[in-house]
Nanobody
Framework: QVQLVESGGRLVQAGGSLKLSCTAS????????MGWFRRAPGKDREFVAS????????GYPGPGQGRFTISRDNAENTVYLQMNNLKPEDTAVYYC?????????????????WGQGTQVTVSS
């Protein structure tokens, strides 16, 4: 089992920045591809960003493209989501996700493990 604990969510003004963190335990971190999702009230879950085991491949399927950056520190077992130029529509609970992946550089679309989420609220 993989345990994921997110942190860093808070209230921020539109145009501001925020960096979310997610620390993993229970498995070797470098065996895991990682991702970030979000769910806003009344909306479906959105895939925000993904990163490969090596950290060399990243993907931004939708809302974060151009504003969000995913990164990982394999020595700290932590994945980050840097969010810039935040907008009120970015308000959501942000979830960290993980999946065991054989390839060092593949990005995952589906994940097996999930954190509890951290609330991000962007005021206008």
């Amino acid at each position: 089992q993989v345990q994921l604990v997110e942190s860093g969510g808070r209230l921020v003004q539109a145009g501001g920045s925020l960096k979310l963190s997610c620390t993993a335990s229970g498995r070797t971190f470098t065996d895991l591809a990682m991702g970030w999702f979000r769910r806003a009230p009344g909306k479906d879950r959105e895939f925000v960003a993904s990163i490969s085991r090596s950290g060399q491949s990243t993907g931004y399927p939708g809302p974060g493209q151009g504003r969000f950056t995913i990164s990982r520190d394999n020595a700290e077992n932590t994945v980050y989501l840097q969010m810039n130029n935040l907008k009120p529509e970015d308000t959501a609970v942000y979830y960290c996700s993980a999946a065991q992946e054989r390839s060092m550089h593949n990005l995952r679309k589906e994940y097996d493990y999930w954190g509890q989420g951290t609330q991000v609220t962007v005021s206008s």
